[in-house]
């Protein structure tokens, strides 16, 4: 519980093919660096699983990395569209990708469920929309005092939770502060997870607004400054705008995303 | 004074905000309407961004919905489940602003595919992020669209968020709670539902469109109300308050 | 929203005759004062909704404000039974008590689903307990995925929740911090709420720890320094750990109990 | 070295959290044990407290559960409806720590009500509180009861907390994911649950006791291990710490 390893260790330990996988971070502490080492390692058929699919995915889906996306929005915020993942949908490239598409309620429910040790949550959602004819991880139940048919959505449950923390003391507790979006339910419903982190100190002092996930519920962590950019890390830098900006050139057009990802995240190390 | 399209738009649907408490603010020109109406017309609204900030009161415009300075400057930070089920969902939020890729008479928003079919569509779109539960619960919806034939068709071609559905009674059948859009906010006008039949309703024009402009830019026969107004044109206050905020955010 | 009132006229204008109340705080920052307040006035037939009845609502079941109570412990914290409860229970004194009996883990997920617009809560619960035979707010409900089945609480939505927090600012945002209990679900599910506060400052720095209910889904803020008194307010005062042990003897006899709610109750203001 | 039977009592709970991770513990003697453990057997021991304490690390025992320094001294605080959704229920919590006024041979547990009817008893119990979700999700239980006829009884009054229900497969049958109660620890010796009948059966005797006082203190026809042990009496180090802890707390 909650071993310090290097990033490449912790990846190769820790998320395998076909895995399915969360990496999480509502725009704030994405673990970008994870998932470009996951590219690295040449994952194959990983169902990736995110409220917002955002650069990060889109890198991996462009890699070959996913068979599947569990999502809710995908896309480039602020920016637009999220060209490798359309690509993927929309002809195939590099690889056919599954959708399995729900909203951020359902979404964040499911983790909460999972997190929970529930077979499924319950919600108002969904209810008119055409989500209900093509998800098929969506169905309703009936609240036994009233009658009232309400939104079902299983527990999400990955074999692996991927989150980026500002930093982790010696004995594993992780500190995150600032919009701390899913995570905790993301690495509470996984099997295993790993955190990368800023730094490690000797003792987390409190801070407002901070949540502590204690070392006995995390399996690794991965010391890697900058590992959630171009998103930001509340305290530590600022969010690239212009690297998500850029993205939509890079990714629009195949050779450019194939030569970006050589030069950028295959090349590296 | 001159300004554009996009500047009445805003500024139309920073006023809409005057006496309300609550909003739910997505990225973009929600974002922008909600953030200029916090500093001319309703100094105490509250913007919840489903990124978990409640009370956030960004000095410049966000490039996403969990910039920094959201949680910064908010009076609350909860958890993204938390934002779902215990401020959305109960009904809490008095105006969820929302945009999409096509609309139609109803209300009804598409942000999800375009053409061809579901498993295999021309355009594939974000999706439905927190859109349908903002459409379902917030106790009225204001939409913000670009007006084109693209954009306000017959029928969309995925329904993610549900206006008014088929028609009247149907919010009511399908247990939404909130009233559904209220207003509909565009680049030429304001459309409004009929109390009746729910469709919606040219009820205002921009200064300097004229009505020709906006039944060429409708997908479907444009019912129109019988007397037309016209929205005042920004002061050069809310111009100037505008471009600040836009300047500023684009540094 | 959020009017700054007397404690007395706070009461006065929210809590009526019959109304559900639930008076939250798990442990630290109980709303005494208010209970007693409660009592000042006179109120009748009450359904008392909390966790744990401690003190205060051995108080207010004594006092005779008490037709119903909804609940999950109802002891004396560390020292024993709490007497006026029982004699309500066990000889109907001053009124028979109704009980409608959970665990905690029902009673916070009741308020959770109150608080989440839902009409009821899913959990792993109660299951083999004689509190299904009791118990009617209590069901199951089979998940729509795996079909296994689980308990079904319905929500819990008082009428009005009274809590006390540490302080609030002026526009009636209110802080409170330490152990936070249930007290957001229970003014969140509430339809109308009470918070009694230890001061009003000009405005709420970030604390480690701290929550924030904001003034838009609060009803009434009422200084009342030393309002948690017996129990304790992190940063302010500490447990009061005799007046609970003392309370054992007074409370044990009609009499004394009597007595002492004349002069420190009611005989006070 | 002289000690009371409480002192061996709390000593052998203390001694039994040897090894494990987590703990979610009561007042009175379960946490004057898991803090004995923490200070002695288990240094990294994490106590959680249904209050919201995670990693709690007081210096004295806490009066009640919910106390300032249960708080200030936690890695990390949160709400009950999160202790109890999140951290009890999926089963990440090791041990489980509770008493009861009453309690039968399959470890099933009473703090509801004795005698009378459930409606009309002869004596309310505080109730339930945490205690049916602890037993039914922790991956083991360990019981702290004083042992008397009183206690120890064929048939408790009130079910309010499943040990073994009626016996074997009836956990599984009931759905409740944890393994039930490993160990009962009295103050006159151990019992264990027979890994077929389900049945607690006395395995060791504390020091100074004899078997014929424990059958005498047990309400139904106590079954008794082949080889009884011998619980190792309390060292001077585990006595001197106790009693510290003790002497500390009533300040």
């Known amino acids: 519980m909650a071993e310090l390893v290097g990033l490449a260790e912790g990846i190769a330990a820790l998320v395998h093919d076909g895995d399915t996988i969360a990496l999480e971070g509502f725009t704030h502490l994405i673990p970008v660096a994870a998932g470009q080492e996951i590219i690295r390692q040449g994952r194959r058929d990983l169902t990736l699983a995110r409220m917002t699919p955002d650069i990060v995915y889109d890198q991996m889906i462009g890699a070959g990395c996913a068979r599947r996306l569990v999502f809710a929005w995908g896309g480039n915020p602020g920016v637009g569209s999220l060209h490798r993942l359309r690509d993927a949908v929309e002809h195939g490239w590099p690889a056919p990708l599954e959708l399995e598409e729900h909203s951020h309620a359902g979404m964040a429910n499911r983790y909460a469920a999972g997190a929970s040790g529930l077979p499924f949550a319950v919600l108002r959602g969904y209810t008119g929309t055409d989500l209900v004819r093509h998800t098929t991880t969506l169905s309703t139940v009936t609240c036994p005092f009233t009658g009232e048919v309400l939104a079902a959505v299983p527990a999400l449950n990955p074999d692996v939770a991927v989150i980026h923390a500002q930093r982790a003391d010696r004995r594993g507790n992780v500190q995150l502060w600032g919009i701390t979006g899913v995570q905790k339910e993301a690495v509470l419903a996984a099997k295993r997870s790993l955190v990368t982190v800023e730094e490690v100190v000797d003792a987390l002092d409190r801070r407002p607004g901070a949540i502590v996930l204690p070392w006995w519920v995390v399996t690794a962590i991965a010391v890697t400054p900058g590992g959630a950019r171009p998103s930001y890390a509340q305290g530590y830098y600022d969010r690239d705008n212009r690297y998500y900006r850029d993205w939509d050139a890079i990714s629009r057009d195949r050779d450019s995303f194939t030569g970006w990802l050589d030069r950028h995240v295959v090349g590296v190390r | ?251």
Chains 1, 3 share one sequence.
Not at chain 2, 214 to 238: I, S
Request: proline fraction near 7%; hydrophobic fraction near 45%; include cysteine.
């Open chain 2, 1 to 251: 004074m001159t300004f554009t399209a996009e500047e009445v738009m805003t500024v139309a649907a920073a006023r809409a905000l005057v006496g309300r408490t609550s909003c739910f603010v997505g990225i973009g020109l929600p974002s922008t309407a909600a953030n200029l109406a916090r500093r001319l017309h309703a100094p105490d609204l509250v913007l919840v961004y489903e990124s978990g900030a409640i009370g956030a009161k960004p000095a410049r415009l966000p490039l996403s919905i969990g910039d920094g300075e959201l949680a910064e400057t908010a009076d609350a930070v909860v958890s993204v489940p938390e934002i779902f089920n215990y401020w959305l969902q109960p009904g809490r939020i008095d105006v969820g602003f929302l945009s999409a890729a096509q609309l139609d008479r109803f209300g009804n928003l598409n942000t999800t595919v375009v053409g061809g079919d579901y498993r295999h569509p021309q355009t594939r779109l974000p999706g439905a992020g927190g859109a349908p539960e903002i459409a379902a619960a917030c106790r009225e919806v204001i939409l913000i669209v670009r007006q084109s034939r693209r954009t306000f068709v017959e029928r969309v071609d995925f329904v993610t968020s549900v206006g008014f559905g088929a028609g009247p009674g149907d919010r009511e059948r399908l247990g939404l709670h909130g009233r559904g859009p209220g207003l509909v906010i565009t680049d030429l006008g304001v459309l409004e539902p009929d109390p009746t039949s729910c469709e919606l309703t040219l009820t205002r024009l921009h200064p300097g469109v004229d009505l020709a402009a906006v039944t060429a830019a409708t997908g479907w026969r444009l019912a129109v109300a019988p007397e037309l107004g016209v929205t005042p044109e920004p002061t050069a206050d809310e111009l100037a308050v505008l471009r600040d905020l836009v300047e500023r955010s684009s540094r």
